[in-house]
Structures are given as C-alpha cells and as structure tokens.
T-cell receptor, first 112, second 112 residues
Framework: KQEVTQIPAALSVPEGENLVLNCSFT??????LQWFRQDPGKGLTSLLL?????REQTSGRLNASLDKSSGRSTLYIAASQPGDSATYLC???????????FGKGTTLSVSS | SQTIHQWPATLVQPVGSPLSLECTVE??????LYWYRQAAGRGLQLLFY??????ISSEVPQNLSASRPQDRQFILSSKKLLLSDSGFYLC???????????FGEGSRLTVL
C-alpha cells in the first residue's frame, strides 16, 4: 500500500529565505507526482505536476524534483514571501492513473 | 477553461440525518471525478473515484456512498450521518491522460 510522508510537518522562516520541502513515497511505481498548496479553510491549488518520466518541473519561484528510484520529491521555494504561507501537500498517483495518495502536508509560515 | 463547483460550502447536520453534497465540472468531458475527506489533524483521504457515468470505486468502507448520474456530476450521499463523518469534503477532477488533479473549494460538514 502506497504511503506518502512529508517532512517537516511545520516550518517557519524569515522572508527572503530559500527553502526545501520534502516528500517521500514507499512504492516507486507511480504515474505522476503533484504538489499542491492549501490555504486555511480552502480547497487545494495545483502548483506543479511531474510525470513519472520527468525529473523536475519549474513554475516561477517554485521548482519540484522527482527521484522515482529513491521514492523522493522535493519542492524548492526561492526567495520566500509572506504570501507563501500555507500548507503544502505532496500527492502521488497510482499507475492506473485513477487515484492520488496524499501526504499530511508541511505548514509553512513566512514572517516579514 | 475548466471550472469545478461544489456545494453547499458549509453544512451543519444532526446525527442520523441524510447528506447530499454535489459537485459539477464545466468545460471538459469524461473527466475522472473524486471525493476526498480531510478531517482535522489528518491528511486527505480518498473516499470515491469515478472514471465514467455509473462507475464508482470505493476506497474506504463506511456509511457514505457516491453516484455519477451525469458525465460531469458527482454526488456524495449518506442515509444516516455519524459524528465521525464531520470534516472537510473536497471534490476533484482530472484528465485521464495526465492525471493532474483540480479541486473544488470544499464543503465543511459538521455533524452534531
């Protein structure tokens, strides 16, 4: 059974700092991996999608990498801003492409 | 462009009452559809997914059920709510080929 773990559970940084969020998964037979952002009381917003054949994806200040063989992904946030404060969730899709399994998330707080 | 609508946004129901949450997707056809639940302090739990009209897969045995009466409509139901059904329910859709998931704004259910 696929399990997704995110470390750390919470992170506080000053504005301007570069940071890395970690995600690990137990079964490397995945279809894709997706990073989401969730603001309190809101739905999830898709940030980056990495297909199983890809190694990384970039969007603005965000860069996500995928190492399937080791079962790991990282989300790199450059020059963090207070508006980046949110919970970041990692999810992997099974090879049938029918269901995502989520980690519990990393709650990020960026102080000005 | 594609949009996903979910309602009601907030619901307070007594134990033993029925439940119906609705979700519709616009701007695409034959999407995969999902219901997730996010309980306080826990990760997102996949409840149901559907790859087509009338095709429902259940991930967790419980007193909830799902139906897909139309291509872009997904309904989550219960005949008798339990206290443990309280949580944040999220509907989502994806394209079958990429598997990228897009979420609605969620429905917060409180069972008293």
């Amino acid at each position: 059974k696929q399990e997704v773990t995110q470390i750390p559970a919470a992170l506080s940084v000053p504005e301007g700092e570069n940071l890395v969020l970690n995600c690990s998964f137990t079964d490397s037979a995945i279809y894709n991996l997706q990073w989401f952002r969730q603001d309190p009381g809101k739905g999830l917003t898709s940030l980056l999608l990495i297909q199983s054949s890809q190694r990384e994806q970039t969007s603005g200040r965000l860069n996500a990498s995928l190492d399937k063989s080791s079962g790991r992904s990282t989300l790199y946030i450059a020059a963090s801003q207070p508006g980046d404060s949110a919970t970041y969730l990692c999810a992997v899709t099974n090879q049938a492409g029918t269901a995502l399994i989520f980690g519990k998330g990393t709650t990020l707080s960026v102080s000005s | 462009s594609q949009t996903i609508h979910q309602w009601p946004a907030t619901l307070v129901q007594p134990v033993g009452s029925p439940l119906s949450l609705e979700c519709t997707v616009e701007g695409t056809s034959n999407p995969n559809l999902y219901w997730y639940r996010q309980a306080a302090g826990r990760g997102l739990q996949l409840l149901f997914y559907s790859v087509g009209i009338g095709q429902i897969s259940s991930e967790v045995p419980q007193n909830l059920s799902a139906s897909r009466p139309q291509d872009r409509q997904f309904i989550l139901s219960s005949k008798k709510l339990l206290l443990s059904d309280s949580g944040f329910y999220l509907c989502a859709w994806s394209w079958a080929d990429t598997g990228e998931l897009f979420f609605g704004e969620g429905s917060r259910l409180t069972v008293l």
